[in-house]
């Protein structure tokens, strides 16, 4: 069956203007994303076996290039596509932590570290550095390492610090399972960072786990 064939209540377009976008399925946005299936493969088949294919939405979006196009029905237009999605969404994101502004809220400071953190496959530490009054004066992705871990450096930290002229720094890294749970060693981790930028009086206001859905604050945990 064609897609203009379909019920006009099941077509993912109509259904989307009609109900809103929180009233379709991951298949359904997907579809309207695509746009178009292959031969033999209608947009919602195709939809449904690439969510299957990638365990779901997020498998997907965060899919390399390499994984991407190597399914057939997608090509570098779509996984342009995807790349372009993604980074829009990231800029909406970052509004509310753009450089030289304030932090408004703890859930601002979540949602932007969410977004640049949340979807890499591998562990990645960054820091959001902030001036005496907690503005943004830059956000660095620090250290990147495999699925198993970070190295981290206290000097090369403290170095960046004094470099951005913080006042205060925010620590944030991902953790890959999806499980936000913070480690023994994140715990040890963020008391020698707070120790080396002490000395130097900058402030570690926070340490933050981002999982999958899921952001873990070591500081409202009591574990700073």
């Known amino acids: 069956m064609t897609d203009s064939a379909w019920p006009i209540d099941e077509r993912p377009r109509?259904?989307?203007?009609?109900?809103?976008?929180?009233?379709l399925s991951d298949a359904?946005?997907?579809?309207?994303?695509?746009?178009?299936?292959?031969?033999?493969?209608?947009?919602?088949?195709?939809?449904?076996?690439?969510l299957q294919?990638?365990?779901?939405l997020r498998g997907l979006l965060?899919?390399?290039?390499?994984?991407?196009?190597?399914?057939?029905?997608l090509g570098t237009a779509k996984?342009?596509?995807?790349?372009?999605?993604m980074e829009m969404a990231r800029r909406v994101m970052d509004e509310p932590l753009?450089?030289?502004?304030?932090?408004?809220?703890?859930?601002?400071?979540?949602?932007?570290?969410?977004?640049?953190?949340?979807?890499?496959?591998?562990?990645?530490?960054a820091g959001l550095f902030l001036d005496n009054r907690h503005r943004v004066i830059q956000y660095r992705e620090l250290f990147r390492g495999t699925i198993d871990g970070a190295a981290v450096y206290p000097r090369e930290v403290v170095r960046q610090a004094l470099e951005d002229n913080a006042a205060a720094v925010i620590f944030a890294h991902n953790h890959p399972s999806g499980v936000a749970e913070p480690s023994q060693?994140?715990?040890?981790?963020?008391?020698?960072?707070k120790d080396a930028?002490?000395?130097?009086?900058?402030?570690?206001?926070?340490?933050?786990?981002?999982?999958?859905?899921?952001?873990?604050?070591?500081?409202e945990r009591g574990l700073m």
């Open 14 to 23: 109509e259904r989307l203007l009609a109900h809103g976008p929180e009233s």
């Open 28 to 50: 359904e946005l997907l579809a309207i994303f695509l746009r178009t299936g292959t031969t033999g493969m209608p947009v919602m088949v195709l939809s449904r076996f690439l």
């Open 53 to 56: 294919e990638f365990s779901g």
């Open 62 to 73: 965060t899919a390399s290039r390499r994984q991407f196009c190597g399914v057939k029905g």
């Open 79 to 85: 996984y342009a596509q995807v790349q372009a999605a």
């Open 98 to 125: 753009r450089q030289g502004d304030p932090l408004r809220s703890p859930e601002d400071t979540r949602r932007f570290l969410t977004s640049r953190l949340g979807t890499y496959p591998h562990e990645v530490f």
């Open 185 to 193: 060693a994140d715990i040890s981790l963020t008391k020698r960072l």
């Open 197 to 219: 930028l002490g000395l130097v009086d900058i402030r570690v206001l926070d340490h933050m786990v981002i999982g999958h859905g899921e952001v873990i604050s070591l500081a």
